[in-house]
């Protein structure tokens, strides 16, 4: 069974940038059988898609965040990131990373982190 | 982009059947996927692909999707399946985009 960890800042300043990890442990974050991903839900909301990252590094994100966001994989480390830029307190919220399975397409996401909190303000 | 409905909420009797909708266009051509989520607790598959339930589910839980609505139905209601519900599909030009339901607070009575 896997395992994921998110790890980074609880508290970050507007127009800052922030940068999340996610550790995964007794699973490899090279299959080719999965993919990996973050989303976010701020304090009393729903659930927001933020992007994923599938197998040979190809990323896709929410059109919404796409000009803010970037996610990189780091398998010496079994780590994948994620960083969001140009903060606003419209950013803060719950930060979860997931995994997810690939059978024809991309399926559901059947493993998540903990989630982190991250608040963004001065 | 594309749109996925749900209700805000849905109360039920313990022992009844809820019933939870996500609406959106042609859904029945896609797989949907739900998530329960308590309190304070990252979210929980339930059901994946329309209809299938991951190990460690109860098939109290089961899914349906046709036309342009999907149904997650919780029979034999219990006080622990109080939680929010989301729906998730996979969208866009290349079925590559990731798009939740707004969710559904599922009150048992």
């Known amino acids: 069974q896997p395992q994921l960890q998110e790890s980074g800042p609880g508290l970050v300043k507007p127009s800052e940038t922030l940068s999340l990890t996610c550790t995964v442990s007794?699973?490899?974050?090279?299959?080719?059988?999965?993919?990996w991903g973050w989303i976010r839900q701020p304090p009393g909301k729903g659930l927001e898609w933020i992007g994923t990252?599938?197998?040979?590094?190809?990323?896709y994100y929410n059109p919404s965040l796409k000009s803010r966001v970037s996610i990189s994989v780091d398998t010496s480390k079994n780590q994948f990131s994620l960083k969001l830029t140009s903060l606003t307190a419209a950013d803060t919220s719950i930060y979860y990373c997931?995994?997810?399975?690939?059978?024809?397409?991309?399926?559901?996401?059947?493993?998540w982190g903990q989630g982190t909190l991250v608040i963004v303000s001065s | 982009s594309y749109v996925l409905t749900q209700a805000p909420s849905v109360s039920v009797a313990p022992g009844q059947t809820a019933r939870i909708t996500c609406g959106g266009d042609?859904?029945?051509?896609?797989?949907v996927h739900w998530y329960q989520q308590k309190p304070g607790q990252a979210p929980v598959l339930v059901v994946y692909d329309d209809s299938d339930r991951p190990s460690g589910i109860p098939e109290r839980f089961s899914g349906s999707n046709s036309a342009n609505t999907a149904t997650l139905s919780i029979s034999r209601v219990e006080a622990g399946d109080e939680a929010d519900y989301y729906c998730q599909v996979w969208a866009g030009s290349s079925d590559h985009l990731c798009v939740f339901g707004t969710g559904t607070k599922v009150t048992v009575l």
């Open positions: 042609n859904i029945g051509s896609k797989s």
């Open positions: 007794g699973g490899s974050i090279s299959g080719s059988s999965y993919y």
């Open positions: 990252v599938f197998h040979g590094g190809s990323t």
């Open positions: 997931a995994r997810g399975q690939i059978i024809v397409g991309p399926s559901a996401m059947n493993y």
